[in-house]
């Protein structure tokens, strides 16, 4: 059973490819919609990364990694 961080993965790869293909089939142009593909998945992993950080204590252990012990 894969995880529920690679099942969001996979899904928003699906909505980012579905919205690429309704882009094509609107507006017949395939460069115009893997432009757009690209640069909405390279926002996304930027978005991603931001979201993921987490501040570290001094001795390197994450604050709610303290707390459980």
């Known amino acids: 059973m894969p995880s529920r961080k690679n099942q969001r993965r996979r ?7 579905a ?3 309704v882009l ?3 507006s017949g142009d395939l460069v115009f919609s893997l432009a757009m593909l690209f640069l909405s998945s390279w926002f996304y992993l930027r978005y991603w990364r ?3 950080l987490r501040v570290m204590d001094d001795d390197g252990v994450r604050p709610e990694e ?3 012990g």
């Open 11 to 17: 899904l928003t790869a699906a909505a980012m490819s």
């Open 19 to 21: 919205t690429s293909a």
């Open 24 to 26: 094509f089939a609107h």
């Open 50 to 52: 931001f979201k993921n």
């Open 66 to 68: 303290a707390e459980n």
